[in-house]
């Protein structure tokens, strides 16, 4: 089976649908021939790739807080959904300092509250449910983490994550015989980039607001290298996992990282360098910090083998497409050109290289 196979004439939640990620895997799943659904609060950005573009791939969208467990409940009842992506969460590291509470409400509470509204409607699905790279005890070592390595973080984000993964473990392994929550896996990935992120304190888009306002680009941490990868590499995996979970190829619960390649890690510094080269990003002051923060960590990569020989998912960009792929995104949108057909541009280009490497499930 194939994608289109798979996710044509089915029906779709997910959670957190007015986000970056998650307004790229709605028009790639309506693109499939889904009909996808949308519980999310109202976008947080402006501009914001849902507003802009993306809210017309969805059939409905409602608007309510994830750790309302009535209304969850409600909507999942109400649509009996084939496939829940749960990608809902508060997502930035400095945020969850300045509001730790919250953080760990929505992150962790917001993840119960959607398993419990899945166990309270009996209804069976395939659940994908979305955490991060962060999730894992950060000792900045060279090797990559696995699935296996130990769960914690220091900071909010990082730990509301590791618990996260937790709530979603025991629910599977408690309720795992119940229908509803037979097929769950938790996937891992982070420093995503692409077209369509506003957010605060993430690389690609300060680097968007210093360019198109002409400001200089503030650099806390030139020397942190992560595990950059376009969007689109770990949305493939996430629906892959999805298909084999439809297919009864994955049995019980499981985790996944995504991630390039650990050569493909850049640092930050080399990250900007190579965006230069960008006709977009070309002309950027940036300044780069002294001290670095106390907050964010140096090192992090991750070991994708699992998802490599279990899922025979792999990265399709190289690094310097995925630099390519990010900033044409940017400059198509500010030069109005359209992002309808930028965003599926993009979708339709990279399935086709997926194809080519092999990846014949993705059409």
Request: proline share 3%.
């Amino acid at each position: 089976m194939n994608f289109s196979s798979t996710f044509a004439g089915k029906t779709a939640l997910i959670t957190g649908h007015t986000g970056f990620k998650g307004g790229w895997l709605g028009a790639w799943l309506s693109t499939l021939g889904c009909d996808v659904f949308g519980l999310s609060l109202e976008p947080i950005t402006q501009p914001s790739l849902f507003d802009s573009e993306c809210s017309r791939y969805f059939k409905d969208s409602k608007f309510v807080d994830i750790c309302d467990l009535g209304e969850v409940q409600e909507l999942v009842c109400a649509l009996k959904p084939d496939f829940i992506f749960h990608l809902a969460a508060q997502a930035l590291v400095f945020e969850s300092v300045k509001s730790p509470y919250e953080t760990f409400r929505v992150n962790t509470l917001g993840t119960a509250s959607l398993l419990e509204s899945v166990r309270l409607s009996g209804h069976d699905c395939c659940l994908v449910m979305v955490t991060s790279d962060k999730c894992y005890v950060n000792k900045e070592w060279a090797y990559p983490y696995r699935e296996i390595d130990q769960l914690g973080g220091d900071d909010p984000y990082s730990a509301s994550k590791a618990t996260a993964e937790l709530v979603i473990s025991s629910y599977a392994k408690t309720f795992g015989n119940l229908d509803g929550l037979r097929k769950i896996v938790s996937v891992r990935a982070g420093n995503v980039v692409g077209g369509g992120d506003w957010s605060s304190d993430r690389l690609v888009p300060d680097m968007v607001r210093a360019i198109t306002k002409g400001k200089v680009l503030k650099i806390r941490n030139k020397s942190a290298t992560r595990p950059w990868q376009h969007v689109l590499e770990p949305l493939s995996g996430y629906l892959r996992v999805a298909q084999l979970l439809k297919q009864n190829k994955i049995n019980g619960f499981q985790s996944f990282n995504f991630g390039p390649d650990t050569l493909q890690s850049r640092s930050v510094y080399n990250f900007i360098q190579s965006a230069t080269e960008h006709t977009f990003i070309k002309g950027i002051v940036v300044e780069y910090e002294k001290s670095k923060s106390g907050v964010e960590k140096s090192l992090l990569q991750l070991d994708s083998s699992s998802a490599r020989n279990i899922l025979n998912w792999s990265p399709t960009l190289s690094f310097s497409e995925t630099i390519s792929f990010t900033f044409d995104w940017y400059e198509r949108f500010y030069s109005n050109q359209g992002t309808v057909a930028s965003t599926l541009d993009q979708i339709n280009i990279y399935t086709n290289k997926a194809v080519d490497q092999g990846k014949t499930w993705m059409i």
